[in-house]
């Protein structure tokens, strides 16, 4: 079979029989990458179609005489991870687990072999370490399970030779760029190689019905290396977030077809794995100093979980031509909105001015129901006032500068109360119907203006 030089983009998979600067499908620059590979055999697709439908096999049928399949989920042992994949592994389900190097996703696929292992059998794949390696590490974790088996190979045909010898209920592979089918003319970690072995190993999750966790890198930018096919492919993609120089990583769902993608996982770092979090809230307040100005307390809600955070601003007089806006935890486009706001609709001078924003605890928020809180932590730091210590902040702030309804106002009133806080400024259409718990204040306002205003009398 002759061979061909192609190039493919690594991003998307575009395929171009010529090296372009820019990806026409995805835009991207300098990702086509030169790859051999095979010429495809060439078959008559009339013929196959032909024949697919005078076997009768393959015929579609009508939705009422399909038989809904039975969703067996395995527990991993880990509440958390159990939370993020929507109850636990659903058989036949096909994982991939991305993340920066040294984040945690090996530990945390090891540390649920000892509880799932009690029950079944596992198979963990590594193309990056001994059998040795492995075990060396499963002892620093407390790995003991006799159902756990270790291969150290790369080779994707062996691979799933042992699978249908072993019969496994759960495999890991470790990971998938470095594995390899020898009838592709191209090295591993190419794209061709990423999405062949992504689909060989998808066919054998679903025919015998094993449960598979691939590991995935990361480039640089963050993604998942390797084509953006390869996430189409797997049922779960999840993300492990967090600084390798802080103690606690945050695991966050991107795709699920089993279950919802606003759930998150957190858990700590130690020297005998990972420790879970039942209450992020505590663990992100912890420490907080109540007397300084710029810190505001607001709550995101994570799926069905409201989560607690510290949202501190900095606000010092510029010493450059232009003042500078930074981030952290914080999209800056909605940074540089609320700004905005606030000097058309507040009458707030901040155009001479650096504005720093942080989330404590190396939390993402990405939802609108922090705009209040971090109004509040901007106008405070200017002021040099300290917000009162036992109050939260929950709203979105439109461009007029009025307060805009949130969601489950009530569960996060809850989650503030259960930590102690007492009052807390909302927008007051979202007031109607909700119960407040008893000691705690609600207060209802409109507008951005009229919390500035309330902050200044107390």
Known sequence: MKSKTTYICNECGYQSPKWLGKC????????????????????????????????????????????????????TGLKELDRVLGGGIVKGELILVGGDPGIGKSTLLLQICQKAGEERKILYVSGEESEGQIKLRAERLGVTTENLYLISETDVELIIECINDIKPEIVIIDSIQT???????????????????????????????????????????????????????????????????LAFRILRAVKNRFGSTNEIGVFEMLDSGLREVENPSMMLLEG?????????????????????????????????????????????????????????????????????????????IDETAADLGICAAI???????????????????????????????????????????????VPKQSLRGVKVPDGFAAYGIKTVSEMINMLRRK
């Open 24 to 75: 026409p499908s995805c835009g991207s620059w300098n990702t086509m990458e030169e790859t051999v590979v095979a010429a495809e055999k060439k078959t008559s697709a009339t013929k196959s179609l032909v024949r697919e439908s005078a076997s009768g096999a393959r015929m579609p049928k009508k939705i009422g005489e399909v038989k809904p399949g039975f969703e067996t989920r395995y527990k």
């Open 288 to 364: 907080r100093n109540t007397d300084i100005s710029g810190s505001s307390i607001v709550c995101a809600m994570e799926g069905s979980r409201g989560v607690m955070a510290e949202i501190q601003a900095l606000v010092t007089p510029t010493g450059f031509g232009n003042p500078r806006r930074m981030t952290n935890g914080i999209d800056f486009n909605r940074m540089i909105l609320l700004i905005a706001v606030l000097e058309k609709r507040a009458r707030m001078n901040l155009s001479n001015s650096d504005v720093y924003l942080n989330v404590a605890g190396g939390l993402k």
């Open 179 to 245: 594995m390899n089918r020898e009838d592709i003319a191209s090295a591993a970690g190419s794209v061709p190689q990423v999405r062949e072995a992504t689909n060989a190993f998808m066919r054998v999750a679903k025919s015998l019905g094993i449960a598979m966790f691939i590991v995935g890198h990361v480039t640089k930018e963050g993604a998942i290396a390797g084509p953006r096919v390869l996430e189409h492919i797997v049922d779960c993609v999840l993300y492990f977030e967090g600084d390798r120089q």
């Open 379 to 425: 106008a405070t730091s200017q002021s040099d006032t300290p917000l009162p210590p036992d109050m939260i902040f929950i709203g979105e702030v439109g461009l007029g500068g009025e307060l805009r309804g949130v969601s489950q106002l009530e569960k996060r009133i809850a989650e503030a109360a259960k930590l102690g806080f007492k009052s807390a400024i």
